[in-house]
């Protein structure tokens, strides 16, 4: 049976919308209530920004076999445990007959400070990982086939974000990926190098302005980083896992 991609083109341009459509609801919102966060903080706080994602994630289970699955979304049961931490929030968790599916983290970031978070969301999405494979080494999601890991992230396009940088490494050099290389360029390095490591099953960087709220424009890195090659990638295991259990 062919996989079914839920129209993942459409889904992901209304996304993409609602993200930046949330973000500025957000902060119109504060600036109303006269309680505005300061810099990027109150497009933040306000949540529901990759929404839109969590909607195509969910249709892509239900259309590969997996109707009667259980999709988690509220925070309340969105836990797993760790190995080097009691638990881990995630954003979205898919279980089927007590199984772990797959468990998905949907993450964002805008301009102007791009350094600094670049190398917090690095460092998180290293150590989530290598804590959630530890954990499942130790049997703590039960004896199971392995499960999807999923690192999805949108950073916003901008001459920030697609200027070359440079790097301080004055005792060994810097990985020649890395040498002058945008922060855009860095997230699609690190998303290759999480798959090519097994950190996650599929890891996915799309870069849109913020002009995209009433376009939904969204480019991709490379075909490996891209979100048809993570839509496609977890919709064959969940298709893969509706055939094991029918």
Known sequence: MALDLANYEIQAREAVMAFW????????????AGTVDQGERAGVTGGKNMDGFIA?????????????????????????PGYFRPTKLWDLLVINEGRLVAAIELKSQVGPSFGNNFNNRT????????????????DAFGKHLRPFAGWLMMVEDAPGSRSPV???????????EFQGASYLKRYDVLCQRLMQEQLYTSAAIMASPRTATTTGEYGDMSEMTSLKTFVTSFAAHIAGEAARTS
């Open 166 to 176: 440079r790097d301080s490494s004055p005792n060994f050099p810097v990985f020649p």
């Open 56 to 80: 195509l994630v969910i249709d892509l289970v239900r259309n590969n076999g997996l109707g009667h699955a259980r999709i988690l979304q509220k925070r309340a049961v969105l836990t797993l």
């Open 123 to 138: 460092e998180e999405a290293i150590g989530t990982a290598h804590d959630f494979w530890t954990a499942y080494r130790e």
């Open 21 to 32: 459509g949330n973000r500025e609801k957000a902060r119109q919102k504060q600036i109303e």
